[in-house]
């Protein structure tokens, strides 16, 4: 059961919505199922002789009498609205359940307690199977306003309550970090316009993907301007600063033709402005990543970087792991933008799906992950597909998605863990994809029987506690190949094996053969090291010489698609 708190100030505008037929005729007799008082309430939906007018002006009555008292100034935002929505799947609740479940629902949030008799005055109207709308003047009997602090969270707690005692299906506690979830009539637009996700859910995936890529406040909406997103700022009115923004989708407009606007906090709570900025500085950095001199710098920066955010997820520093979380929520996005391939749908959906799971209501320190940061953006202007380093990149990030799942669910997060459980089944998936034929090329082309004898004697010297495990391993074979190579590239096997044996997951692995493989297809290749530290010519590229970053390609409306760049 999900409740949606929000306010307004167009009291009769709500409540030509909640009884008249909808954006394409959805409602359904639509009528009041409890309210402050039944028998004063008139239901326009079950009584043809009352308009929308007669009841606005009862439900108004208080707020008029407090306007009059304050010389004719309304109070701000003085409407109180609360959708409530069963799951799906769930049974049929009858009025009298929705009554209760709105009556407990005032008296949780403080709109209207129990035996209150100055309390605000309410309605709560259904025009659906699935949900009611809770709609509340924000002025007491007594002249005073509710005390409506945290009134979404409290509404979730009850909810929980609700589920258990009606028996319906438990939804996951928040804690008010969760973005906004589309409208009924966001949705219903979205499905009259062949579109499969709303505006609002395209623009945040848009904005996420774009600022998980760009190094400065300007470049974000530069770059969400070359996609065709309509940008609108909100200055100060002394310092003239940015103090908020506002998108558009292209194409999306009201009965009036004007774009429909949504702020960026309002597309999720870390796309605010004050929450960018904590992510991007306000000017250009003049250390920002080119061109690398290696291809495989970006990758093998990126899955160092994800070590190390596996590092900080079981330290006791709270605002670094989030912080680190944060980070891969950008680096997820990266990556499906730099890597080819059928997997990449997987890819993209952990992204989006990571998403609830990259913030809680914990305070993240930005400044601990700064690594992994940069790190993801390199992503953002990586050349190439170095192979191999790709599918590494993808084992590290299936790693990390499970142990982010884990940090949440040990502190009680149950939204984000569910969400970081969900990617790590789309990140599982993908890196099934993409590495099955690189593993079988792998096993393929495997050294002769003398070689793999003389790599696993090395196994037996350097990991003796996990050698029977590896040699038993089906990827044992692969292995051997990727320490043919790891040779070839002037390392030494034993002191590899040693090296990368001592990381993490070694001792839970079920493929502990496999974890190696990648672990060593992530090291440098010391002979192309050697060769560029002797060389004494160094290029540099210019900011403008720079790639665009990977963000200025991601999905368009269907209406944009023929404008790729």
């Not at 002006?57 to 069963?86: F, I, M, N, S, Y």
């Not at 707690?157 to 996951?172: H, M, P, Q």
């Not at 945040?204 to 940008?231: C, G, M, N, P, W």
């Not at 590092?311 to 979380?325: E, F, G, N, R, T």
Request: proline share 6%.
């Amino acid at each position: 059961m999900v409740p949606d708190v929000s306010t307004g100030s167009d009291t009769r505008g709500l409540i030509a919505y909640l009884f008249g037929p909808g954006r394409r005729d959805e409602h359904t007799d639509p009528h009041i199922v409890a309210a402050w008082d039944l028998a004063g309430a008139p239901d326009p939906g079950r009584a043809p002789e009352a308009t929308y007018s007669q009841l606005a002006k009862r439900l108004d009555a208080h707020v008029d009498l407090r306007t009059r008292e304050l010389g004719g100034k309304k109070p701000t935002q003085h409407v109180w609205h609360c959708p409530v929505r069963t799951a799906p799947g769930d049974r049929y609740l009858t009025d009298t359940e929705w009554a209760e479940v709105a009556r407990r629902v005032v008296h949780a949030t403080g709109i209207a307690p129990e035996g209150d008799e100055r309390a605000c005055r309410w309605i709560a109207v259904r025009h659906a199977d699935d949900h009611i709308h809770i709609m509340a003047t924000t002025v007491r009997a007594d002249g005073r306003r509710p005390r409506t602090h945290q009134d979404g969270r409290r509404a979730q707690a009850e909810c929980r309550r609700i589920e258990t005692e009606f028996g319906l299906r438990r939804l996951k506690s928040g804690d008010l970090t969760a973005p906004r979830t589309p409208t009924g009539a966001e949705r219903a637009k979205a499905e009259r316009h062949g579109q499969t996700v709303t505006a609002r859910q395209w623009l945040r995936e848009r904005a996420y993907s774009v600022a998980a890529a760009v190094h400065t406040e300007a470049d974000y909406f530069t770059v969400l301007q070359s996609l065709s997103i309509k940008v609108k700022t909100r200055l100060g009115p002394e310092t003239g600063d940015v103090i908020g923004y506002s998108l558009a989708a292209p194409g999306d407009t009201n009965s009036a033709g004007e774009p429909v606007w949504y702020g960026g906090s309002k597309l999720a709570p870390d796309l605010s402005i004050n929450r960018l900025r904590e992510r991007l500085p306000d000017q250009e950095v003049t250390d920002r990543p080119g061109v690398a001199a290696d291809p495989a710098e970006p990758w093998q920066h990126t899955i160092t970087a994800i070590q190390t955010a596996h590092i900080v997820l079981d330290s006791d520093d709270d605002a670094a792991a989030q912080a680190h979380l944060a980070a891969f929520g950008d680096t997820l996005y990266n990556i499906a933008s730099a890597t080819p391939g059928p997997h990449r749908a997987e890819l993209r959906a952990a992204a989006s799906t990571f998403n609830r799971a990259r913030r809680s209501a914990t305070r993240a320190d930005h400044q601990a992950a700064t690594a992994l940061s940069q790190a993801a953006k390199e992503l953002a202007y990586a050349s190439n597909e170095p192979g191999g380093l790709a599918i590494a990149l993808l084992f590290a990030t299936v790693h990390l998605a499970r142990a982010a799942a884990k940090w949440h669910e040990q502190r009680g997060h149950q939204q984000q863990a569910a969400a970081a459980e969900k990617a790590f089944r789309h990140l599982q998936a993908g890196y099934r994809q993409a590495a099955a034929p690189v593993l079988a090329d792998l096993a393929r082309r495997a050294p002769r029987a003398a070689t793999a004898s003389r790599y696993e004697q090395d196994v037996r010297a350097a990991l003796p506690d996990h050698a029977d495990r590896i040699l038993a391993d089906p990827t044992w074979t692969v292995l051997t190949t990727t320490l043919a190579q790891a040779e070839t590239a002037g390392h030494n096997p034993r002191r590899l094996l040693a090296e990368v044996g001592t990381q993490r997951e070694l001792d839970s692995a079920e493929r502990p053969a496999e974890v190696l493989n990648w672990r060593i297809t992530a090291q440098p290749n010391r002979r192309t090291q050697a060769a560029r530290s002797r060389s004494t010519t160094s290029g540099t590229m210019s900011t403008s010489d720079r790639p665009r970053p990977a963000a200025t390609s991601v999905g368009r409306r269907p209406e944009e698609r023929s404008r790729r760049r």
